[in-house]
């Protein structure tokens, strides 16, 4: 039996394997990036901002691995996952250095 590359690019298994990516590694570089932009941005003592922003982390991942299962499309999830985290990351890195 032959499984043509049209038919195992839109099943069900590679689309749930593609959110389960998006879910775990994904919002594991939102949560992160959007940790390190609190983390220097927040205009409160270094440990305080670092606290606060490694707390917010967990509460980010977890609603952003929700919201991965429940976009219709994987490549919204994959496209989100790029532009927020680049950003963050971007603009931490602008924050930091100013």
């Known amino acids: 039996m032959s499984i043509s590359w049209r038919q195992l690019l839109f099943s ?7 959110r389960t990516m998006a879910a775990l590694f994904g919002g594991y570089f939102v949560a992160a990036s959007a940790s390190a932009l ?22 980010i991942y977890a609603l952003f691995a929700i919201w991965v299962f ?3 499309r994987v ?11 680049g950003s963050f990351s971007a603009l ?3 924050v930091h250095h100013n």
């Open 12 to 18: 069900s298994q590679l689309s749930l394997l593609l």
């Open 38 to 59: 609190m983390a220097v941005a927040l205009p409160l003592p270094a440990t305080d901002s670092s606290l606060v922003a490694m707390m917010s982390a967990f509460i």
């Open 70 to 72: 429940s976009v219709k």
């Open 75 to 85: 490549a919204l999830a994959w496209t989100l996952v790029l532009l927020l985290g």
């Open 92 to 94: 931490a890195l602008l």
